[in-house]
């Protein structure tokens, strides 16, 4: 059986420079996000858990790329974590734009 390791959850909030409480908060919104059911062309982007369907086309990218920043614009989770007022646990040097990038 294959098993895909990823970094520790410590420091992946550490690399994006939120409280742990923060990284929770937007992982539960992330996944309510890419799985809901109204919204199946989501889903289809990232692939099946079951399966090692990671998005490997451009055209695959660039949907999984416009459907994150959909959920940081549109959804406000760049604002509530990376935004002034924000909650900060360390200083940082991710501040979320005041303006969406064209």
Request: with cysteine; proline share 11%.
């Amino acid at each position: 059986m294959l098993t895909l390791a990823g970094p520790p959850m410590s420091e992946l909030y550490e690399k994006l420079q939120v409280t742990p409480d923060q990284f929770l908060h937007l992982q539960a919104a992330a996944k309510d996000y890419m799985l809901d059911p109204e919204h199946p062309e989501r889903r289809d982007v990232i692939g099946k858990k079951s399966s090692i369907d990671l998005p490997s086309s451009n055209s695959a990218k660039i949907k999984l790329y416009r459907i994150t920043s959909a959920f940081l614009w549109e959804e406000g989770w760049g604002d509530k974590c990376w935004g002034p007022s924000a909650p900060r646990s360390v200083p940082r040097d991710i501040d979320w734009p005041e303006a969406e990038p064209e």
